[in-house]
T-cell receptor, first 113, second 113 residues
Framework: KAGVTQTPRYLIKTRGQQVTLSCSPI?????VSWYQQTPGQGLQFLFE???????NKGNFPGRFSGRQFSNSRSEMNVSTLELGDSALYLC????????????FGEGSRLTVL | AQSVTQLDSHVSVSEGTPVLLRCNYS??????LFWYVQHPNKGLQLLLK??????LVKGINGFEAEFKKSETSFHLTKPSAHMSDAAEYFC???????????FGTGTSLTVIP
């Protein structure tokens, strides 16, 4: 079974631009979560989607948004990029039924210049 | 409320000696507990999970953890460290119902040859 796939793996943007990151969950997984990881703040929860609906949201500004499609694939968007948005963005999928274990992708490394 | 405290931000051990990474949690409900490992520029990989079955949980790569409800602890151990164990380790708590996960701040493990 293929794992969680995130694209792109690496990208460089400049301040003020916007970026879209993509996540394909494990087949059959309907829940997709996004996390931001930085050296200073550690792992911070962004949001979680289930069946195209945002169920939970972390404490991030409105510049961070996401969506989920009918095939469970998810995208997150960051608009008006700031230097502090430089981070590893991790996507995780899980089966809602069962033990709630998270399966992570390898992440998208965003650098904002 | 749920929270996770990893008591050591950095642990350094010699190759072949035991590893102990400490984790305490607080949860109002019966929690599921996980340990994840992250190698540089990679996503998180599940080492092991506790979901109210046996209190001593065995995971991959020789790691194990013991759930101690009286101490609200879930420490990760390994009898003999290997160079490949050098990584960041995260303790995670979630509720069995719902899909919210709470991450510790991580413990960086260094293995000295």
């Amino acid at each position: 079974k293929a794992g969680v796939t995130q694209t792109p793996r690496y990208l460089i943007k400049t301040r003020g631009q916007q970026v879209t990151l993509s996540c394909s969950p494990i087949s059959g997984h309907r829940s997709v979560s996004w996390y931001q990881q930085t050296p200073g703040q550690g792992l911070q929860f962004l949001f979680e989607y289930f069946s195209e609906t945002q169920r939970n949201k972390g404490n991030f500004p409105g510049r961070f948004s996401g969506r989920q499609f009918s095939n469970s694939r998810s995208e997150m968007n960051v608009s008006t990029l700031e230097l502090g948005d430089s981070a590893l963005y991790l996507c995780a999928s899980s089966l809602v039924e069962g033990y709630g274990e998270l399966f992570f992708g390898e992440g998208s490394r965003l650098t904002v210049l | 409320a749920q929270s996770v405290t990893q008591l050591d931000s950095h642990v350094s051990v010699s190759e072949g000696t035991p590893v102990l990474l400490r984790c305490n949690y607080s949860s109002s409900y019966s929690p599921s507990l996980f340990w994840y490992v992250q190698h540089p520029n990679k996503g998180l990989q599940l080492l092991l999970k506790y979901t109210s079955a046996a209190t001593l949980v065995k995971g991959i790569n020789g790691f194990e953890a013991e759930f101690k409800k009286s101490e609200t602890s879930f420490h990760l151990t390994k009898p003999s460290a290997h160079m490949s164990d050098a990584a960041e380790y995260f303790c995670v708590v979630s509720l069995i119902t719902g899909n919210q996960f709470y991450f510790g701040t991580g413990t960086s493990l260094t293995v000295i040859p």
